[in-house]
């Protein structure tokens, strides 16, 4: 009978845990850039933080800006992003990655990857993970461009990242802030949370990914300078310089709850605690 009332206590305990567990909030995949070294080229970041850091299928990489779009004096651009420390960075430890493009494997001038005749939404970064046992997403990222960098962003998701078609555009289009500017101009947050919007299929999902690409401005039907959409007279991008910077990326979520005890389970729980309690009475002298 010690047996059986152990057994309860140890169902109840079972019970108690699992709901702690469905509560808890997780940091899935982070990248805020601290730990990394300050290096160029850096296209491919490692997370730095994070439940799925070291899983398989957590990366960051660029977009778009390794291309053959028609830049200023160049035929091609090459990927050259960099981890860097950016003194107006008011998050974190001030290191960002930089995403820019170059002439050049080897160096950073020339053409600067970011082109005026890339289809909209084909360049700026992903960010891809696995949510599996977790839901409830939330997706934060901390960024700024620099004066002449493209102003507009577009965030996109995809269940599978695999799929390149699969990419689905989600939350309003975000305007940069000038990150790098003389008056001292910080990094923005902006967030996008999944189960906010009613999107569900993001959770437990094994190739879960994150777009965050440029997007052409409303007024001018193309790309526009961060420096002129803030100054309220949006203007063309110059083709030629400019960057986007992050501080901090993260993917969150919550562990999905356990499966609820059927009313059978519930019911022999309560035989157990009745049995006992039979067993103590009997014990009584």
Known sequence: MNNLHSSMRLALVAVALAAATSAQADTIADWNFGSLAVVAPDNTPAATGGT?????????????????????????????DDIANDTNSTIGNGDTWRIRGSSSATKSTGANGWSINAPQYAQGAQFSTTTGGEQNIVLS?????????????????????NNASGWTNVGSLLTATVG???TGGSYQTDTINFAALGITSVNNDATFGVRLVAAYN???????????VIAGSPALYNNSSG????????????????????????????????????????RRP
């Open 218 to 228: 409303p007024t001018l039907g193309n790309y526009a300078s961060a420096s002129s």
């Open 52 to 80: 799925q850091a070291a899983s398989a299928a957590t990366t960051a990489s660029d977009v778009g800006m390794t291309n053959s779009y028609a830049e200023v004096g160049y035929s091609s651009s090459v990927s050259y």
């Open 141 to 161: 990222f901390n960024w700024a461009a620099s004066a002449q960098g493209i102003a507009n962003m577009q965030v996109q998701y995809n269940t599978n990242v």
């Open 180 to 182: 790098n500017s003389s």
């Open 243 to 282: 960057n986007w910077r992050f501080a901090d990326v993260q993917i969150d979520g919550t562990a999905i709850a356990a499966v609820p005890l059927p009313a059978s389970a519930w019911l022999l729980i309560s035989s157990l605690g009745g049995l006992g309690m039979v067993a103590r009475r009997r």
